[in-house]
């Protein structure tokens, strides 16, 4: 079993920063490819930021320049760090991703409970 749990969520007014958390728990070799979702109420869940197993980045356009994904392979953690803050980033925050387990094969895509971010003066 796998366990994705974020932390960092909270109000913040806008303008500001957060920086939101991902440990994943469980019976795997490393954590694979990880991204950071985001759902509003009323909308469809969308991608926020993703980072491969290698490093790659990709960003949505409306966070990129703002946001930065991060990943410590060691804590089997992903991190996004947003910076200027809009109301518009209101939104429920998932983390998702994929792990490689130990007889080489991959497992997931697992998903977090979510962590509320608010974005309001």
Not at 91 to 105: E, K, L, P, Q, S
């Amino acid at each position: 079993q796998v366990r994705l749990v974020e932390s960092g969520g909270g109000l913040v007014q806008p303008g500001g920063s957060l920086r939101l958390s991902c440990e994943v728990f469980g019976s795997f070799l490393r954590i694979n490819n990880m991204g950071w979702y985001r759902q509003a109420p009323g909308k469809e869940r969308e991608l926020v930021a993703r980072i491969s197993n290698g490093g790659t980045t990709n960003y949505a356009d409306s966070v990129k320049g703002r946001f930065t994904i991060s990943r410590d392979n060691a804590r089997n953690s992903v991190h996004l760090q947003m910076s200027s803050l809009k109301p518009e980033d209101t939104a429920v925050y998932f983390c998702n991703g994929d792990m490689r387990t130990y007889i080489g094969g991959l497992t997931g895509p697992y998903w977090g409970q979510g962590t509320q971010v608010t974005v309001s003066s």
